[in-house]
């Protein structure tokens, strides 16, 4: 295929974006995702100790809604609150964390909402609805519904071929652990899923599972730009290891990191894997137990971009090929 322009170019990198998107199996929306085998979200309070697992006491979901919802959506928490049988607490409950909405220009483009780190103005965009939480039982094991919104009333991105939020869950006092999910909904009391949504991150902050035999697993995209992918990840404490799958790679391992620290390894990127997802994969320990572990990932590629982790990967999970794998080593 011949492109007479760099415009052209551009347009068919949006084109094999879209088509990947829809070629995903739409079930629903919940963030973690049944798939990633994930219990839980996890942000402390703004006083905690990072030892216990959070590197900045924010995370940041963007959310994805298809130019065809036309109707309302909603966005969903589950068990808000904090000092409730799934919190983390240390010593009496003291904690509290605010979560916001944002939508309009800049929600999603403006760079310092794809970074990391909340610095800057990485709440960008129009504040569409936010509420602090603290020690309460009324939304223990129960729902709190944002909305309703317009679909319009997010940032329209047209690589996404949809309109954008965000929703931003921040540590504000206290130094416990809040554990939460999320769940896109056209429904306030009820979780109906929305064709075609989707929910990303680029820092992911979660509780592994208590069950030695879980397996957990994430899904970064692979953009046709990447040549090499940075993978980092943020206080492991020995609850045994990481390792990556994709068309091209068979559970090649990651280094972990030890209580509140940070470790990375690189990764080259072959031709096959761009425009894939990867999936990364969490084993438990099976000789120790570890319990209560909170665990931050990120993943970047060559120029120090982030890259998003999708809860419906784009283009399905991936499936590693070995002919890809042996053509790769006769290079």
């Known amino acids: 295929m011949r492109f007479s322009s760099k415009f052209e170019i551009k347009r068919c990198r949006w084109t094999i974006w879209l088509l990947l998107m829809c070629t995903v199996q739409i079930s629903a929306q919940p963030a973690p995702a049944e798939e990633e085998n994930i219990p839980y979200l996890v942000t402390?309070?703004?006083?905690?100790?990072?030892?216990?697992?959070?590197?900045?006491?924010?995370?940041?979901?963007?959310?994805?809604?298809?130019?065809?919802?036309?109707?309302?959506?909603?966005?969903?928490?589950f068990d808000p609150d904090t000092g409730g049988e799934l919190d983390e607490g240390k010593g009496d409950f003291n904690t509290k964390v605010r979560f916001s909405v944002y939508g309009g220009k800049g929600c999603y483009t403006n760079p310092d909402a794809q970074n990391v780190d909340p610095v800057g103005n990485y709440n960008s965009g129009n504040l569409l609805a936010s509420k602090s939480f603290g020690e309460s039982n009324r939304y223990n094991n129960n729902w709190y519904s944002f909305g309703p919104f317009n679909p319009l009333e997010g940032e329209y991105v047209e690589k996404l071929d949809g309109q954008v939020f965000k929703i931003i869950a921040q540590g504000e006092a206290g130094d416990d652990g809040n554990l939460y999910s999320y769940f896109l909904s056209t429904m306030s009391k009820e979780?109906?899923?929305?064709?075609?949504?989707?929910?990303?991150?680029?820092?992911?902050?979660?509780?592994?599972?208590?069950?030695?035999?879980?397996?957990?697993?994430?899904?970064?995209?692979?953009?046709?730009?990447?040549?090499?992918?940075k993978i980092s990840n943020f206080d492991w404490d020995n609850d045994g290891f990481i390792r990556i799958v994709s068309v091209a790679k068979n559970g090649e391992l990651c280094p972990v990191s030890g209580e509140d620290?940070?470790?990375?390894?690189?990764?080259?990127?072959?031709?096959?894997?761009?425009?894939?997802?990867?999936?990364?994969?969490?084993?438990?320990?099976?000789?120790?137990?570890?319990?209560?572990?909170?665990?931050?990932?990120?993943?970047?590629?060559?120029?120090?971009?982030?890259?998003?982790?999708?809860?419906?990967?784009?283009?399905?999970?991936?499936?590693y090929n070995a002919k890809i794998r042996m053509r790769v080593i006769e290079r």
């Open 44 to 77: 402390f309070g703004a006083q905690a100790d990072r030892s216990w697992g959070d590197d900045d006491f924010c995370q940041i979901f963007f959310i994805r809604i298809p130019t065809t919802q036309k109707e309302p959506i909603y966005i969903r928490v």
């Open 191 to 229: 979780n109906h899923e929305v064709d075609g949504g989707n929910l990303f991150t680029y820092e992911y902050t979660f509780r592994l599972s208590n069950n030695q035999n879980n397996v957990s697993q994430i899904y970064p995209y692979i953009d046709d730009r990447t040549i090499s992918v």
């Open 261 to 319: 620290n940070w470790i990375e390894r690189e990764f080259k990127i072959v031709e096959e894997e761009k425009d894939t997802s990867m999936e990364i994969q969490f084993i438990k320990n099976r000789n120790q137990k570890i319990n209560n572990n909170n665990v931050v990932l990120t993943v970047q590629n060559q120029y120090g971009e982030m890259l998003p982790f999708f809860v419906i990967p784009i283009g399905g999970v991936p499936v």
